[in-house]
């Protein structure tokens, strides 16, 4: 258990569900409760609803029912302007890191700022100092010590370079809650231990919920405080790693274990090595 | 076994191609007999161009040798097309982005609001600029500025398409992540889509201004001002030494004008 984790609880959801369209809902009925400094992961192969889950958190996605709470704030119940300012506290990172191409990396750092940024410098492009330095704090942070990198374009980096950028853009919101979808799916071996090592790192640190999708079972396994499985959309397993018997493991990917790890070397030899 | 699996693949490929092949020659016989018909409907005719060919040579004749003696006075009004031009390019860029971002539906507030920006994007850029100068200077009287007014018209509709066309196809993941930061849509819009499709805008910006110098010469002919106006005077009084001095000047300038922004747009990416 993480020792940094105590009774306040970071993020409760009731009853939540989202169907999208009329076809049947990617998640249903779900309720569950993460304490602060708890390591959560979603686990789970594609397609089951953990991407929704996610995203209903911070209302990146609406849930068609169904209470989101986040440090005690009810997130559907917020104004337009209320909800961003409660996102500005959550912080999110990628599969495909999602940083923009022709901006340099300190400019994509201080995006993590736009929450809080006046409409002014923001048409402007105007970082205020203390953003710039905020920015160079956070890369430092995130491993990213080699300053000669800070002014070159995003997409002239390594993956997991790319990742470390979207980690300190993240960092810049000061976040009390993190929320990871896939983080290290497209990053070759070395870097999917290094980037974990790294989150691990900082939500141990600073005391943050971490909550995050992932299909690699030892990964989970090795990470998590607490890892929740979901099948069809619902809740299928809810408890610390050591309590996920390979009986559980069949269950949740619908085969038996050992062939999942056959499967995850393979997936990991193949991935895109950037 | 797997020999059965490999030639029933075979036989597929076969019959796939055989299929593609017919479907090729069906269309090539409907383009061929639509070509046809239409040579029918408007009087193509091969002799007859024979018959026209000395007319054209004597015509020839009668333009040359061009009459430069004029070009000081064509000053005036090419400048005034490449004015029009200029003004009928950039004007549209203060519409288009805003009705792009409406349009796009990406970045639209509703669906509803991109189909209604969509169909006006669209009947501005359907109506040539030569049918919008017709209408205009019927309102506005003779002169550049419904020249201007109609390139105006025409290239928001155009430079709209362009712009909407690249902002839907900016990734989609930037844009989450932007909101997931607590950026407001406008700030989404900002950094999330701007730098992305910037060098696209400015690419497509640069081939209407070049787009525009051709259609501001043809604009005279209706009355709406420049080069166009001195090449139908010409024309009307048979000074074809004169016209051909304009069409000379005209191509030239143009032909300039795509090497400035050939080189231009090759800066940008």
Redesign the interface.
């Known amino acids: 258990m993480n020792i940094e984790a105590d009774q306040t609880t970071m993020v409760e959801v009731r009853n939540l569900t989202k169907a999208y369209g009329s076809s049947a809902p990617a998640i249903e009925d779900i309720s569950l409760s993460f304490k602060k400094g708890e390591f959560i992961v979603l686990l789970g192969p594609s397609g089951v609803g953990k991407s929704t889950l996610l995203r209903c958190l911070n209302f990146l996605v609406r849930p068609t029912s169904g209470i989101v709470k986040i440090n005690g704030q009810e997130l559907g119940a917020l104004s337009k302007k209320g909800l961003l300012q409660a996102r500005h506290h959550i912080g999110m990172i990628f599969q495909e890191f999602n940083l923009v191409n022709r901006m340099s990396v300190l400019m994509n750092v201080m995006c993590g700022r736009l929450g809080t940024l006046g409409t002014w410098r923001a048409l402007t492009y105007n970082f205020s100092p203390e953003d710039h330095e905020a920015a160079v704090r956070a890369l430092v942070r995130a491993g990213l010590e080699d300053q000669e990198l800070y002014l070159r374009r995003a997409d002239t980096l390594s993956g997991g370079q790319k990742q470390r950028v979207a980690i300190a853009r993240m960092l810049i919101q000061e976040p009390k809650v993190i929320l990871a979808d896939e983080p290290i799916a497209s990053l070759d071996v070395m870097m999917r231990a290094q980037i974990m090592d790294l989150i691990k790192d900082i939500a141990q640190r600073d005391g943050l919920t971490v909550v995050m999708s992932l299909h690699q079972l030892d990964v989970a396994k090795n990470y998590a405080d607490r890892i929740i499985a979901l099948a069809q959309g619902q809740v299928t397993f809810d408890g610390p790693p050591n309590e996920l018997t390979d009986a559980v493991i069949e269950r949740v990917f619908n085969k038996p274990a050992d062939e999942i790890d056959e499967e995850q070397t393979v997936e990991i030899t193949e991935a895109p090595a950037e | 076994m797997t020999i059965a699996v490999a030639s029933g693949v075979l036989d597929a490929v076969i019959e796939e191609r055989r299929v593609s092949r017919r479907q090729y020659a069906i269309i090539g016989m409907v383009v061929f007999a639509a070509a046809l018909w239409s040579a029918w409907g408007t009087e193509f005719n091969v002799p007859k161009l024979m018959e026209g060919l000395p007319h054209i040579y004597a015509l020839g004749e009668r333009m040359l040798p061009p009459d430069f003696s004029i070009l000081k006075d064509l000053a005036g009004p090419m400048i005034e097309t490449l004015e029009m031009a200029l003004l009928g390019t950039t004007i549209p860029i203060f519409f288009a982005l805003p009705l792009a971002f409406l349009a796009a539906v990406n970045t639209a507030p509703n669906p509803l609001v991109s189909i209604i920006v969509r169909l006006f994007i669209g009947i501005f850029r359907t109506v040539p600029e030569l049918i919008w100068a017709m209408v205009l200077v019927t309102a506005v009287g003779l002169g550049p500025f419904p020249g201007v007014l109609a390139l105006v018209l025409h290239t928001i509709g155009g430079l709209g398409k362009f712009y909407y066309e690249a902002i839907e196809s900016t990734?989609p993941?930037?844009m989450?992540?932007?909101?997931?930061?607590?950026?407001?849509r406008?700030?989404v819009i900002?950094?999330?889509v701007m730098?992305?499709v910037?060098?696209v805008m400015m690419s497509s910006t640069l081939f209407y201004w070049e787009y525009n110098n051709r259609a501001s010469t043809v604009l005279g002919l209706v009355g709406a001002g420049g080069i166009g106006l001195a090449l139908t005077h010409a024309l009307q009084d048979f000074r074809y030494p004169e016209v051909v001095t304009c069409l000379i000047l005209i191509v030239l300038i143009l032909v300039i004008i795509d090497r400035i922004s050939a080189f231009l747009r090759g800066k940008i990416i």
């Open positions: 990734d993941g930037v989450e992540a932007m909101q997931a930061a607590g950026a407001s406008f700030k900002w950094y999330g730098p992305n910037l060098p």
